[in-house]
């Protein structure tokens, strides 16, 4: 096969998913068994995992909601019923 006439240029983003699937694939391989990592090879890996990778943990979220009723349902209703509200 004839070498590419034009050259594929990868954004950082993309560069950066390319590496990560190429640790994940070690990581899996040495799971495996078909390889074998040493402690600093995978607390490596894990580190620069991280940097790529969102992080799964749970995530706590607090917020209050108000909701201001008055005649809205009303209207709704009104709506669907197929009469407009008139003021």
Do not use: F, W, Y
């Not at 006439?5 to 590496?19: L, P, S, V, W, Y």
């Not at 607090?62 to 809205?72: A, F, I, K, L, M």
């Amino acid at each position: 096969m004839p070498a590419r006439t034009t050259k594929i240029r990868h954004d950082d983003q993309t560069r950066a998913k390319i590496q990560a699937a190429q640790i994940i694939n070690r990581m899996q391989s040495c799971v495996m068994g078909e390889i074998v990592l040493d402690a600093q090879q995978v607390s490596c890996a894990k580190t620069l995992l991280n940097k790529v990778l969102p992080d799964l943990s749970s995530v706590a979220m607090e917020s209050s909601v108000t909701h201001e009723v008055g005649n809205s349902v009303k209207d709704l209703m009104d709506a669907v019923n197929g009469r407009t509200r008139t003021k």
